[in-house]
């Protein structure tokens, strides 16, 4: 049981380039989200997905897509990255289909990324 | 929308010595609310959450918080720390009626010293 895996772990880019960062989690949850961190700021919502086949623009959706390919796996897609976009970014689980139910999330290790 | 406010960027403390990491919220609905620990290079794990009930919560590693809905805090406290506590504290809010996401404060850097 892996819980909550994100690939790469790593990643630089050039201003321009695109990219995809996939995550995949095994316990059948049914929301996952994208998440990005920077210093100071926490972490800021940027996609979700409540169920297979929807998605939702969180906090900070601009200069993104999402894919929820199916229930276990959700990428996150930049076309043309920026310095702007030079994060951690993080995915995360939760079993809740609705938020009148408790929303604990499952987070996995993160994907460092460098935009130059 | 619900936000949350971390009082403190940092907190150092020396082991075995108490602390109290703060958070207060904001919201016009009820609401859950959670603790998360982030180790460096690693993913947030959860600590502890408060759903309904009882208004002091405990959670792993000897953590704990108390809700107080007249105050809009949700204070973690651990009566003695270790080095191992050493990390960066998250403090979250979820909830409301058809309200899918959850907000975070900007975090709380514990540095635990010998």
């Known amino acids: 049981n892996a819980g909550v895996t994100q690939t790469p772990k790593f990643q630089v880019l050039k201003t321009g380039q695109s990219m995809t960062l996939q995550c995949a989690q095994d316990?059948?949850?049914?929301?996952m989200y994208w998440y990005r961190q920077d210093p100071g700021m926490g972490l800021r919502l940027i996609y979700y997905?409540?169920?297979?086949?929807?998605?939702d623009k969180g906090e900070v959706p601009n200069g993104y897509n999402v894919s929820r390919l199916n229930k276990r796996e959700f990428s996150l897609r930049l076309e043309s990255a920026a310095p702007s976009q030079t994060s951690v970014y993080f995915c995360?689980?939760?079993?809740?289909?609705?938020?009148?139910?408790?929303?604990?999330?499952?987070f996995g290790p993160g994907t460092r990324l460098t935009v130059l | 929308a619900q936000s949350v406010t971390q009082l403190d960027s940092q907190v150092p403390v020396f082991e075995e010595a108490p602390v109290e990491l703060r958070c207060n919220y904001s919201?016009?609905?009820?609401?859950?609310l959670f603790w998360y620990v982030q180790y460096p290079n690693q993913g947030l794990q959860l600590l502890l959450k408060?759903?309904?009930?009882?208004?002091l919560v405990k959670g792993i590693n000897g953590f704990e918080a108390e809700f107080n809905k007249s105050q809009t805090s949700f204070h973690l406290r651990k009566p003695s720390v270790h080095i191992s506590d050493t990390a960066e504290y998250f403090c979250?809010?979820?909830?409301?009626?058809?309200?899918?996401?959850?907000?975070f404060g900007a975090g709380t850097r514990l540095t635990v010293k010998p």
């Open positions: 995360a689980s939760s079993e809740a289909l609705r938020v009148t139910l408790y929303n604990e999330q499952f």
């Open positions: 316990m059948n949850h049914n929301s």
């Open positions: 997905s409540a169920s297979e086949g929807t998605t």
């Open positions: 919201s016009s609905v009820s609401v859950y």
């Open positions: 408060y759903l309904s009930g009882s208004t």
């Open positions: 979250a809010v979820s909830g409301g009626y058809n309200n899918n996401d959850m907000r």
